[in-house]
């Protein structure tokens, strides 16, 4: 019964261990990569959205010069739908305000994402190979790459902890 005790305290003591020891370093990497893959899929909603943006501003421009009363045609969730310009004019220029503001909550949100970044490889010290730290590390790991007949030599997304 002793030793049934004992071993028990020791599991318990072993989980508790765990615990404080933080994430393992295929945690950590995972977490980082996950969190830099959330911070480029906003970089290409923002630029996606400055298209938009462009795209409206050059319709209205366009459509300014226009008689209000001349009729053009809106495309409305894939239905095209026949209206004057006076009539679209207010909705587009009302459509790329709200546009800009998605887009200026978007940058914020990846500044955000961005401060976080770097806290976590500062926290975690993580080292990207592209930043040329540990230099011969990454050669070496790119030409036995290159070797094998798997990849480049440009390290693009490596860590080394």
């Not at 305290?9 to 830099?36: D, L």
């Not at 911070?39 to 959205?49: D, G, P, T, V």
């Not at 409206?56 to 053009?72: A, E, F, G, M, Q």
Request: hydrophobic share 30%; with cysteine; aromatic share 2%.
């Amino acid at each position: 019964m002793a030793a049934n005790s004992s071993s028990t305290g020791s599991k318990s003591s072993n989980t508790a261990g765990g615990k404080q020891s933080g994430p393992s370093a295929e945690q950590v990497v995972a977490t980082f990569q996950r969190m830099r893959q959330e911070q480029r899929s906003m970089a290409s909603k923002a630029a996606e959205l400055e298209m938009d943006i462009n795209e409206h501003s050059l319709v209205i421009d366009t459509l300014k010069d226009v008689d209000p009363s001349r009729k053009c045609f809106r495309l409305v969730g894939g239905v095209l739908v026949e209206r004057t310009v006076k009539e679209v004019l207010p909705a587009l220029e009302a459509n790329r305000e709200q546009i800009s503001k998605i887009t200026e909550s978007l940058n914020t949100q990846m500044q955000l994402k961005g401060r976080e970044l770097t806290e976590y490889r500062e926290r975690y010290n993580i080292r990207l190979m592209e930043e040329g730290e540990g230099e011969a590390q990454g050669q070496s790991a790119a030409s036995s790459r290159d070797s094998e007949g798997g990849g480049t030599k440009s390290g693009a997304g490596v860590l080394v902890s």
